[in-house]
C-alpha cells in the first residue's frame, strides 16, 4: 500500500474518480496495545468488523493472539495469515462442514453454541475420523441470551439462549468438555458500563441455577468507539466495572476473562476520500453510499464524521444529506452532515471512523465498489486512545461501587 501524509496529499497525488480508503495502521496498533494493556482479561480481535489482512497483521503485532472468527472463511483467512494465532469459532449457528475442517484442518478448539443441537453438531464434527472417539480437548462456550438496551445496535433478538434454558445447557456441555465457558453480546457501540453489569449479573444467576464450574467468561464486543452524538465514558470505566463484577462470580479460582472488541479496535483504523458529483439544494451525490462504506449510515442512520478537503471553502457549515452513486432510492444517507455551505461538485470530502463495519461492508452492486485502500500517517479524526481526551463528564459515566 501507497504511503501518504493526510487525505488532502492523496487527492493531489491521484485526483482519485472512485472511493479512496485510507488505513491507519499507526491507530489501530495503539487501540490494540490499550486493550491488550488494560483489558483485565485477554482481549479477542472480532474479525467480522474488517478482514483486511494488514489490519489483522498490524493487531497481531501490536499483541492481540486470539481472534473471534465467524464463518469458514475467517478461519481460513486468520489462519493463512497467522500461523500462530488461536482462533475461536464464536458465531453459535455453524454448519457441520465448517466445525470439522475449522477443528481438523485450522486446530480450532473453542467454538460457542447456544443449543444442544449445535452441541451434538460440534461433538459429531470433531470425532476422530478414524477411530470415531469424541474429542478430549474442546473448549465450548456457551451463549447468553441479554439486553441491548444500552447500546446503539441491539444483538439480543438473534442469538443467545435465555435464562431459563441456560442452566441445563450448561450441564450437558460441561459433560463434553473439559473447559467451560460463557458468552453474551450487549450489542454494539455500548453507550453505558452498565450493559456489562446487567449481562453479568444475568450470567451469575444462570451460573447460580446451573451448579457447574465455569473456566471462562466472555464479555464479548460492543466496546464504543467515537462518532457524533455518541462520545461514550472512558473505556477504562467500562474495564474496571468488567473486572469488578466478573471477580464477584462463582466460577473457577483460576477462570480466565475474555473480551471481542470489534469496533473499538478497527474503527479507528480507516477514513474514505469521497467526491462529490452533483449537489441539488443541501443534498450532495457523492461516489460511495448505501451499498458500499456507508451502510451504516443510510440503513442504520450512523453519523460519521466528515470533513471537506479543498482548501477554498470558506463558508460556515450546513447540514447535508448523502445520496450514494447507484440508482436506488434507498441509496441516501439522512445524516444531517455538517460540510462548509459553499460546497459543490468536484469537490472532495473526507469521512472518518470507517474502519469498524464501513470499508467491510463494500458490495459491487450496480458496478460500483471500487475503492483503492492506502496507507495515511496522520490521526484519525477522533481517537479514544491518544491520551488527548479529557474524561467526559456525561451522565452516564458510572460511580463504581
Ligand atoms: C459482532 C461481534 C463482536 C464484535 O462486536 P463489536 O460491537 O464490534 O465490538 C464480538 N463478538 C461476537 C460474537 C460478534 O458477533
Same mark, same amino acid.
Given at each position: ?95 457441520p462442514?465448517?466445525i470439522r475442517e475449522?477443528y481438523h484442518q485450522?486446530g480450532?478448539r ?10 451434538e453438531k460440534i461433538v459429531e464434527a470433531c470425532r476422530n475420523p478414524e477411530t470415531g472417539e469424541a474429542a478430549t480437548d474442546l ?37 463434553h468438555c473439559d ?24 450470567? *451469575? +444467576?444462570?451460573? =447460580? @441455577?446451573? #451448579?457447574?464450574? %465455569? ?6 464486543? &460492543? ?39 470489534? *469496533? +473499538?479496535?478497527? =474503527? @479507528?483504523? #480507516?477514513?474514505? %476520500? ?6 441539488? &439544494? ?120
Amino acid at each position: 500500500m501507497h504511503i501518504y501524509p493526510d487525505a488532502r496529499s492523496v487527492i493531489r497525488a491521484l485526483a482519485p474518480d472512485e472511493p479512496v480508503i485510507l488505513n491507519r495502521p499507526h491507530a489501530a496498533a495503539r487501540a490494540a496495545r490499550f486493550f491488550v494493556e488494560k483489558f483485565p482479561g485477554k482481549s479477542l480481535y472480532a474479525v467480522k468488523a474488517n478482514p483486511t489482512p494488514d489490519l489483522i497483521e498490524v493487531l497481531w503485532e501490536a499483541g492481540i493472539t486470539h481472534f473471534d472468527v465467524a464463518s469458514i472463511a475467517e478461519v481460513r483467512l486468520v489462519r493463512g495469515l497467522l500461523p500462530d494465532a488461536t482462533l475461536c469459532f464464536m458465531h453459535p449457528i455453524k454448519t457441520p462442514g465448517a466445525i470439522r475442517e475449522a477443528y481438523h484442518q485450522h486446530g480450532v478448539r473453542t467454538f460457542s453454541l447456544d443449543s444442544v443441537e449445535e452441541l451434538e453438531k460440534i461433538v459429531e464434527a470433531c470425532r476422530n475420523p478414524e477411530t470415531g472417539e469424541a474429542a478430549t480437548d474442546l473448549r465450548l462456550a456457551v451463549r447468553l441470551r441479554v439486553s441491548s438496551e444500552y447500546s446503539e445496535l441491539s444483538l439480543a433478538s438473534k442469538f443467545g439462549c435465555d435464562l431459563s434454558e441456560a442452566p441445563l445447557l450448561l450441564q450437558q456441555t460441561r459433560q463434553h468438555c473439559d473447559w467451560l465457558g460463557i458468552c453474551f453480546h450487549v450489542g454494539s457501540q455500548a453507550m453505558s458500563p452498565f450493559a456489562y453489569v446487567q449481562a453479568l449479573d444475568r450470567t *451469575r +444467576a444462570a451460573i =447460580a @441455577e446451573a #451448579s457447574v464450574v %465455569i473456566d471462562m467468561i466472555d464479555v464479548g464486543g &460492543g466496546f464504543p468507539s467515537w462518532y457524533p452524538d455518541l462520545e461514550p465514558p472512558p473505556l477504562e470505566d467500562y474495564f474496571q466495572i468488567i473486572h469488578q463484577h466478573f471477580y464477584a462470580l462463582p466460577i473457577a479460582y483460576n477462570a480466565e476473562l475474555w473480551c471481542e472488541p470489534g *469496533r +473499538a479496535l478497527s =474503527a @479507528e483504523y #480507516s477514513s474514505m %476520500i469521497v467526491r462529490v458529483e452533483k449537489r441539488r &439544494g443541501e443534498e450532495l451525490y457523492i461516489n460511495d453510499g448505501a451499498y458500499g462504506a456507508l451502510y451504516d449510515a443510510a440503513h442504520v442512520n450512523w453519523r460519521f464524521p466528515v470533513r471537506a478537503l479543498e482548501d477554498d471553502l470558506r463558508d460556515p457549515d450546513a447540514d447535508f444529506a448523502f445520496y450514494g452513486p447507484t440508482c436506488d432510492d434507498a441509496d441516501y444517507m439522512k445524516g444531517p452532515f455538517p460540510l462548509p455551505s459553499d460546497i459543490q461538485a468536484g469537490d472532495y470530502i473526507e469521512v472518518g471512523m470507517l474502519g469498524a463495519y464501513g470499508a467491510a461492508m463494500k458490495t459491487g452492486f450496480n458496478g460500483f465498489g471500487d475503492a483503492q485502500q492506502v496507507v495515511v500517517t496522520d490521526e484519525p479524526m477522533a481517537s479514544l486512545y491518544d491520551g488527548s481526551r479529557a474524561r467526559p463528564e456525561v451522565d452516564n459515566v458510572v460511580s463504581l461501587r
